[in-house]
DNA sequence: GCATATATCTGACTTTAGTCAGATATCGTC
DNA sequence: GACGATATCTGACTAAAGTCAGATATATGC
């Protein structure tokens, strides 16, 4: 009936208003809403001053004033950066810790309230992670982290359960080589996890071992998060890290299953090579050197 | 990882921003942003001035203000209504409209762009599809239509593919009693269009027949739309306009592989009936008298 | 015809956001 | 310690949005 960009455009209309709405709901609290987004901004852990002019992208001036009306109202106190004393530190004070709880309770509510008034709520959550990846994709970060992070954790999880819907014979880690969490963290290899804006949305891990090649293992990127090109990068960011490390020979192994993880390594380097392991999942085996 | 309230957070975190750039973009014409909005609302078919102003939420001063500059840039002109001479009605002028055009060509670019920039397109779209129709919910509108129309055969065509998926022995119509058109348009019966911003997202037939019942028929709600209350909503207005057409008895026919139909029946006064009719896809009858 | 309601317009005003030039203090480096 | 770079602040300004009290013209009901 409409066409995509007529789809794409309606989606506009309807998040335009609905923003409208919710920017308009934090005036309730007698503060224009330039102060209250820098109250927020500080309420969630921007404490520099340069940090949050950059992410509200406020001029420097706007932005020294917004801090005064704010230090006026007895919400925050500014003080000199340890290193640095041209560089200033904002700090909520308690009643600030209390309006910022006041503005966190607005928001929660209207999730909540919108959650509320819908039955489909999984099918609805999952729609909003794929539009917030889609439009946070140039936010996505990546972050070398502990693979026995929460962050690490929870995308592993997330890829074995996705392994077990998958494979026609369902997946059991423990039946699988489950590499050590030591293998994967430098100086021996690494684990990289994709950060959207406090959700991890992607991972993959190097892992270094005593014989002459390391392995890449455990990519995996978000159902949210695909088309996005984030397979790519974390492929890439992890041969970054292979070279830092002066590994010279990389191997992987998967499953055909998986067919856009195959794709993928074809079109980046890596050539077919027969099965160097005795894992009972995979098999497809690939190489590249660095 | 997130739990639910922090994942619509993150939604409307990404979709803000996301918006700000879509504000942003329009000013590229040298136009302040209020002036453009009063523009694309007349370019829309937005012609009385009253209508505009609650549409936009406008003071009446702001909008009188706004319409003048756009008289003065010769982009529109105003006449009064014709009914009663106090409204006053918005036009375009050639030169307005050529500028409405321009607008429309920097949505419609963004849009494309958008989607040029994503694989998954079909996904992403309908992950759009669902979150407008969700935000959009106040503004869905049930419209009585001609089921010829463009509208109700788009509808239809969605039911029978839907149909033909969920049935395990497929669905074709020409084996079903397709109801004539005719039975569905007053005075007999009635069909009914639910449209959100455009798009059409349900559906519901009343057809009206000679002996002493009427039925209810191809009751639709699409995917992006379930969860909403839609269903129930449609089958209101569809009794309503029973009533008006004094039916006094209404019958309809389903398959128990649609579970969430029969349980909108059940919970709205439906009571289950022996078959009366020898179409062969329902197993399932109902009755409910008015 | 007259009072009252309604739709729009005008003028005077305020608030918010944003811009820009320059002041002030501090840092890093030679 | 001088010098240029950097981070923040201050003052003076503008643009845009929004508010509010009337003014004007027209409609509606008695």
């Known amino acids: 009936m409409l066409d995509r960009v007529s789809r794409v455009r309606r989606f506009n209309r309807a998040v335009t208003s609905a923003v409208g ?3 308009t709901s934090f005036l309730g609290r007698g503060r224009p809403l330039g102060a209250a987004r ?6 969630h852990g ?19 004033r917004l801090l005064r009306s704010l230090e006026d109202e007895g919400l925050m106190e500014t003080t000199a950066h340890g290193d640095d004393a041209r560089r200033r ?24 309230d919108f959650l509320a008034h819908h039955t489909q709520r999984e099918a609805l959550l999952a729609a909003m992670d794929l539009i917030a990846s889609a439009l946070g994709r140039d936010g996505t970060a990546l972050h070398e982290m502990d693979p026995r992070s929460d962050e690490a954790r929870y995308c592993l999880g997330e890829y074995y359960a996705e392994l077990a819907r998958r494979f026609k014979q369902g997946f059991d880690v423990k039946l699988s080589r489950d590499p050590d969490a030591k293998d994967m963290v430098r100086p021996r290899g690494s684990f990289i996890v994709a950060m959207s804006d406090g959700l991890p949305i992607g991972c993959v891990g190097l892992k270094g071992s005593s014989c002459e090649f390391a392995e890449i293992k455990r990519l995996w990127v978000a159902p949210s998060a695909r ?15 292979a070279r830092e490390l002066g590994i010279a020979v990389l191997r992987l ?15 980046s380097g890596w050539t077919e090579i027969p099965r160097f392991n005795d894992d009972p999942y995979p098999d497809l085996f690939f190489e590249k050197r660095l």
Do not use: C, H, P, W
């Open 21 to 23: 709405a919710l920017d």
């Open 38 to 43: 820098v109250l927020n901004a500080i309420g």
């Open 46 to 64: 921007r404490t520099d001053v340069g940090d949050i002019r950059d992410y509200l992208g406020l001029d420097s001036g706007l932005m020294s």
């Open 89 to 112: 530190i904002a700090k909520l004070t308690a009643a600030g810790k209390r309006e910022f709880n006041a503005y966190e309770a607005i928001s929660n509510r209207q999730a909540k």
């Open 227 to 241: 088309g996005l090109g984030l397979g790519r990068r974390l492929m890439d960011a992890a041969e970054k890290a």
């Open 253 to 267: 192994d998967t499953n055909s299953a998986l067919a856009e993880a195959g794709q993928l390594y074809r079109r």
